[in-house]
């Protein structure tokens, strides 16, 4: 047991270099545009076809890997370290997608942030007497058909439909999205901050200790 | 004829060039694979988990549309920025009333909170 944990933790410092490599790699060919021989240095490298079909694959069979792994592991510290396996990969798709920014954010705010509040979540809440609670076979069943059903059903509308044949057009760099964020956004930006310190509030409201009367 | 009907044609497989399509059949199975958990899950964390997973396959559907739609600029990534701020706003608020629900009824298993059923 202690042999299979060591593993997975070592699995996530691996993944965790590895999503720092891809960062500096994609936010070196974003940077640097202006030096343009650089730029177009790691930007033939990441445009290649055949590598970014190598990458697109090998990210796209882990995240489908530890999805399922939130599927199928039943402790729920293990069902979050696989949620944690399948942000990162998402993070790193994101880089391909030539999105470095959002990927940071995706690792930040919720690789770093958002899991470990789950985490906290967990362990605020795990003494119990009905702490193993199993979903019958049958309930299992027909939760898989479900999902086998619709996704089967999305996948066949999605290669049925027809997509712009437009090949992958100029991202927008990080300058672009913050003037973006603080002209055209600025309200659901402002909107946002404000929905978040309500929700700061709420939740420091809602899990007070009650006087004791 | 997308880059995936080739794929799907047995033309080169490995090499067919990355398209749109990829990226939405992808966001799909992690939708399902949501769902799923959403659905068998009975701790209340474990749901979330789910609602991650599903946030996650709308944020790729975003970047992805952003990228290979030209002309659409920042809007994409900006959304799903959004959505990522959403969504932790979402656990915030999750994880203070499952701490409740935990400290009312002394178990995270949501099939036990019928204390409302008629």
Redesign the interface.
Same mark, same amino acid.
């Given at each position: 047991m202690t042999k299979r944990r060591g593993l997975g933790f070592g699995a996530m410092l691996l993944l965790a270099g590895g999503c720092c490599l891809l960062a500096c790699a994609a936010a070196h060919g974003q940077d640097a545009a202006p030096a343009a021989e650089q730029a177009a240095e790691v930007g033939q490298l990441y445009d290649h076809? /055949?590598v970014?079909? +190598?990458l697109? !694959?090998s990210l796209?069979a882990a995240? /489908?890997v530890a999805? +399922?792994g939130? $599927?199928i592991a039943r402790d729920?510290v293990r069902?979050?370290i696989w949620?944690f396996v399948?942000?990162s990969t998402?993070a790193m798709?994101?880089f391909l997608?030539?999105?470095p920014?959002?990927g940071a954010?995706?690792l930040i /705010?919720?690789a770093g942030?958002?899991l470990v509040?789950?985490v906290?979540?967990?362990m605020?809440?795990?003494r119990?007497?009905?702490?193993r609670?199993e979903?019958r076979p049958s309930?299992?069943l027909a =939760?898989?058909a479900? $999902?086998?059903v619709?996704?089967v059903g +999305?996948?066949a509308a999605?290669?049925r439909a027809e997509?712009?044949e437009?090949?992958?057009?100029?991202?927008?760099r990080v300058a672009?999205?913050g003037a973006?964020?603080l002209t055209t !956004?600025l309200v659901?930006f402002e909107a946002?901050s404000v929905?978040?310190l309500v929700?700061?509030i709420?939740?420091a409201y809602?899990?007070r200790q009650e006087p004791k009367e | 004829m997308?880059a995936?009907?080739l794929y799907?044609s047995g033309g080169c497989c490995?090499?067919?060039?990355?398209?749109?399509?990829? !990226?939405?059949?992808?966001a799909?199975?992690?939708? $399902?694979?949501?769902?799923?958990?959403m659905?068998?899950?009975?701790?209340?964390?474990?749901l979330?988990?789910?609602v991650?997973?599903v946030l996650?396959a709308c944020?790729?559907n975003l /970047?992805?549309l =952003?990228? !290979?739609?030209?002309?659409?600029?920042?809007d994409g990534?900006?959304t =799903?920025?959004?959505v990522?701020?959403?969504?932790?706003?979402e656990?915030?608020?999750a994880? =203070?009333?499952?701490?409740?629900?935990?400290k009312n009824l002394?178990?995270?298993?949501v099939?036990?909170g019928d204390t409302l059923r008629g």
């Open positions: 076809p /055949v970014e079909s +190598l697109f !694959y796209a995240t /489908v999805a +399922l939130v $599927c729920i069902m979050a949620l399948t942000l998402v798709l994101y997608l030539a999105a920014f959002l954010i995706q /705010v919720y942030g958002t509040l789950l906290f979540g967990v605020l809440t795990s119990s007497p009905w702490i609670f979903v309930e299992l =939760a898989g479900a $999902c086998l619709l996704l +999305l996948v999605l290669l997509w712009p437009a090949a992958a057009g100029e991202s927008p672009t999205l973006e964020l !956004y659901p946002i929905l978040l929700v700061m709420a939740a809602l899990v | 997308s995936f009907g799907a490995l090499l067919a060039q990355i398209g749109l399509s990829h !990226y939405l059949v992808l799909a199975i992690l939708f $399902c694979t949501g769902a799923f958990v659905m068998t899950k009975r701790n209340a964390i474990g979330l988990l789910g991650e997973l996650n944020g790729i /970047v992805a =952003a990228r !290979y739609h030209p002309g659409s600029g920042a990534q900006i =799903a920025l959004f990522i701020a959403l969504a932790a706003a656990a915030a608020v994880v =203070a009333l499952a701490t409740n629900f935990y002394r178990t995270i298993d099939d036990r």
